[in-house]
């Protein structure tokens, strides 16, 4: 495996090959220059240069790569100097000979740190000894030896500098590789808490759903008790009055058997005036003074009585919506007439209830929530009150209007109630939220009618102030006319 | 006139108190009855004169009836008081219970009407005056403290079954006394036949109730020996131990004498509440035997325990074999005493 760096010396003495050996050819060209007609010289320095390219180049295409780029350089350089120096003293120490030491040094890198240096030290030293034993001035190899020494220094510390980028640049991407993995993970966590979030969703609107049912089955079990003690009244009543017609029919019609009697006696020729103890004796035992006030008017309340339940049975009937999932057209005003009906029983001992129903289309809606939405607030107005009354106000008032409003139908439910504290406002609609008393309310009332609202498009606000009363408002969308909107008048 | 037993019917429904008064106008010569729609309206007749019974509706705007017959006891402790309503929410009736005597459930014929009345006269008749108070004053039943501890633990404790409430609740005569009046009332769904066993009214009210029967505000006190001081401190269990005696000899638990031979011992609980000053120097004086306390409380109070076990079985409306049964119970324990 060869290291970044390597690498990246390989691309650079590849890259640097045709200077290298342009540059190699150049001075060997003016070294053969310098010596040119000493034929003998120029054979040597052909013969020494040859070898020297050949072995670079086995270094380059065999070594280099497979071998540590240090030991391949070291060994280069070495080789190289050895060749200059001995080529140098052969042919007697030209200029151009003298170029070879900057050019090495120009290759010396941060890859053959101390070996290069020795390398370059010694080759300089040799070089230097052997120049000034032959008798050259020692200016010369003093002033290439030393602009040598600050080439290799330069570029030893570039190469470093590069280097030390390239680490940086390699710590970097694997910095970025790491944030990008923790950036993928982050995005697979998100995934899953949205799928989580998602299932969250579900679940809430499977609740929702339930907590529906459960509440429709609260309150259908608290209207049964309501509604069979509302039966049952009338049913006393009616009872009691048919018990009385009864003894009473057979008072009467024993009376007229006695009158009967009187007359046939009459008739045969008695005295009527003897006969009259009996006919009054007869009607006291008859009651018929009592019987003649009361007997009309026990049927005629008989009569009520039966109307009554027969309404009672009609409310349950329009409330129950045996269709109770469908969205059908159904006529609001309607609704509201049916369901305080059967809440009566809720209401009719603390509050008058006065209906204010305008116009209105028929709304698309499911029947049964929105009866179970009107029915929650009734009851909950018909406690407000109660509450009051429990705290000595007087007898109270709830106020069920309706409207056509722009795009909507607007119902509202107005009491005079002790109206909802400030503090609970934003919670009067969170399920289980309750300030009723153990078994006058389990906190889904509102929560359900919310959630019925919303479910139809519409909206449900209110507007309480403390010992005055609430208002209840919810608009539905009138939406779809599914053929001329039936209207219903007031 | 003025002897004629006075009854007031109070219900917010002025059809219901006409057809009452239709129902019952035969008897409008033999009994004086006033009809008022409203609770108010029934105490200023009450105030006006002193009515036998009255008969009320639960469900009223204003002073409801659980509230005017708790304002009737404590004002009127002699009145007997009937609940007469459609009511069928249990919880509501339980709210009437301390206060009320008798619970007839609406709608009911003439003829359970009559009877019903009839019987609350015929019984309040054989009952002193002082006692007729001292009783109607009473608003909670008083359990052994023992057994009331029993009870709470039994009805608390999952996984107790209803037969084991029905023990506990047999080793309180009053509280037997009252599941009995629960249970053949017909407030919590009408027996097909009258029910005569403790055991069997335990189980016809349900755990459900007993517990809310048990547990709930006000219905049954713990009463522990230093709630009577002038008793002796084993009186209670000298009753309770006459009292299964007497029902171990009869024999057949489940006949209508077992039951009886249980409950006939009430009346001396009830006097020993309602007559907290004369009743425990008779206990003392007797010292443990039963006829000749029996002897001293007709000699002293004018009403024998067994007397008053009767009043209170037709006061609560029991089945009338049981009052039948507590009778002889009482007639044999006197004759006993003569010979």
């Known amino acids: 495996m060869v290291p970044p760096s390597d690498r990246l010396y390989i691309e650079l003495t590849r890259r640097l090959g045709t200077i290298n050996v342009g540059a190699a050819a150049a001075i060997t060209a003016l070294t053969v220059l310098a010596v040119w007609g000493n034929w003998h010289h120029v054979g040597q320095v052909a013969i020494g240069q040859v070898a020297v390219m050949a072995f670079n180049v086995w270094i380059d295409r065999r070594v280099l790569g497979r071998w540590s780029a240090r030991r391949a350089e070291t060994l280069r350089t070495a080789v190289n100097l050895t060749a200059m120096t001995a080529i140098g003293h052969a042919i007697g120490w030209p200029i151009p000979t003298w170029c070879w030491l900057p050019f090495t040094a120009l290759m010396i890198d941060q890859l053959l740190p101390r070996v290069a240096w020795t390398v370059l030290l010694v080759s300089c030293a040799v070089q230097g000894t052997a120049t000034i034993l032959a008798g050259v001035p020692w200016g010369l190899p003093a002033s290439v030896i030393v602009s040598s020494l600050l080439i290799a220094g330069h570029t030893r510390m570039r190469f470093s500098a590069m280097s030390d980028m390239l680490r940086r640049s390699d710590r970097q991407r694997a910095e970025l590789a790491a944030a990008n993995g923790a950036l993928a993970t982050a995005h697979a966590a998100l995934g899953e808490a949205n799928q989580r979030l998602q299932g969250a969703v579900e679940a809430r609107a499977h609740a929702e759903l339930e907590l529906l049912q459960a509440q429709k089955l609260e309150s259908v079990g608290r209207l049964a008790a309501g509604i069979a003690h509302e039966i049952n009244t009338p049913v006393q009543f009616v009872g009691d009055n048919l018990q009385f017609t009864k003894e009473a029919t057979a008072d009467l019609v024993a009376l007229v058997a006695t009158y009967r009697e009187v007359f046939r006696a009459v008739e045969g020729g008695a005295a009527l005036a003897e006969l009259a103890p009996q006919l009054a004796e007869a009607e006291a035992r008859c009651d018929l003074d009592y019987v003649t006030e009361h007997l009309p008017e026990a049927l005629g309340q008989s009569a009520t009585g039966i109307e009554r339940i027969t309404a009672i049975v009609r409310s349950v009937k329009d409330f129950a919506h045996p269709d109770r999932n469908a969205v059908k057209l159904v006529d609001l005003n309607a609704a509201v007439q049916s369901t305080l009906t059967i809440a009566r029983f809720e209401y009719k001992d603390v509050a008058d209830v006065v209906t204010e129903l305008g116009t209105l289309p028929l709304v698309s809606c499911n029947g049964g929530e929105i009866n179970q939405v009107i029915l929650n607030l009734v009851v909950n107005a018909a406690h407000a009150i109660g509450d009051g009354i429990a705290a000595g106000r007087p007898r109270g008032r709830i106020v069920v209007s309706t409207r056509h409003g722009d795009d909507c139908v607007v119902l509202q439910i107005r009491d005079t109630g002790v109206g909802i504290p400030p503090e609970i406002h934003d919670r009067i609609f969170d399920p289980f939220f309750t300030t009723k008393a153990l078994g006058r309310g389990t906190g889904q009332g509102l929560a359900i009618a919310n959630a019925v609202v919303r479910k139809h498009g519409g909206t449900i606000t209110f507007a309480s102030e403390l010992g005055v009363g609430t208002t209840f408002t919810i608009r539905l969308p009138a939406g779809h006319d599914q053929g001329a909107p039936r209207v219903r008048a007031a | ?339």
């Open chain 2, 1 to 339: 006139m003025t002897t004629r037993p006075r009854i007031v019917f109070v219900d917010d429904d002025r059809l219901v108190l006409s057809g009452l008064q239709n129902l019952l106008r035969k008897q409008r010569h033999e009994w004086e009855q006033v009809f008022v729609a409203s609770g108010e309206a029934a105490l200023d007749e009450l105030s006006r004169a002193p009515a036998d019974i009255v008969i009320s509706d639960m469900r009223m705007p204003g002073m409801d009836g659980p509230a005017l017959l708790e304002r009737i006891r404590a004002q009127h402790p002699g009145t007997i008081r009937i609940v007469l309503s459609g009511e069928a929410e249990r919880a509501d009736v339980l709210r009437a219970l301390p206060a009320m005597h008798q619970f007839v459930a609406k709608p009911c014929s003439g003829t359970v009407l009559r009877e019903v009345i009839s019987r609350a006269l015929r019984v309040r008749s054989a009952a002193t005056a002082p006692i007729r108070a001292g009783i109607g004053r009473l608003a909670h039943l008083p359990v052994r403290h023992d057994v009331h501890a029993d009870l709470v633990r039994a009805v608390s404790t999952s996984g107790v079954g209803i037969a084991e409430i029905a023990v506990i609740v047999s080793n309180s005569l009053a509280l037997s006394v009252k599941v009995m009046q629960l249970a053949n009332a017909g407030v919590f769904g009408a027996p097909a036949q009258p029910i005569v066993t403790v055991d069997a009214a335990t189980r016809h009210l349900g755990a459900e109730l007993m517990r809310t029967l048990v547990i709930g505000p006000g219905y049954l006190v713990p009463l522990a020996p230093a709630d009577t001081p002038g008793l002796p401190r084993d009186f209670f269990y000298q009753v309770r131990e006459r009292a299964v005696a007497r029902a171990a000899a009869v024999g057949d638990p489940t006949s209508v004498e077992h039951t009886a031979a249980q409950i006939a011992e009430v009346g001396g609980l009830v006097l020993a509440l309602a007559e907290p000053e004369r009743y425990p120097p008779l206990v003392t004086a007797a010292a443990g035997d039963p006829v000749a306390l029996q002897h001293m409380e007709r000699a002293h109070l004018g009403i024998d325990r067994f007397q008053v076990s009767i009043y209170l079985a037709g006061l609560w409306g029991l089945p009338p074999p049981i009052e039948e049964a507590v009778e002889r119970i009482g007639a044999a324990s006197a004759r006993a005493g003569s010979r």
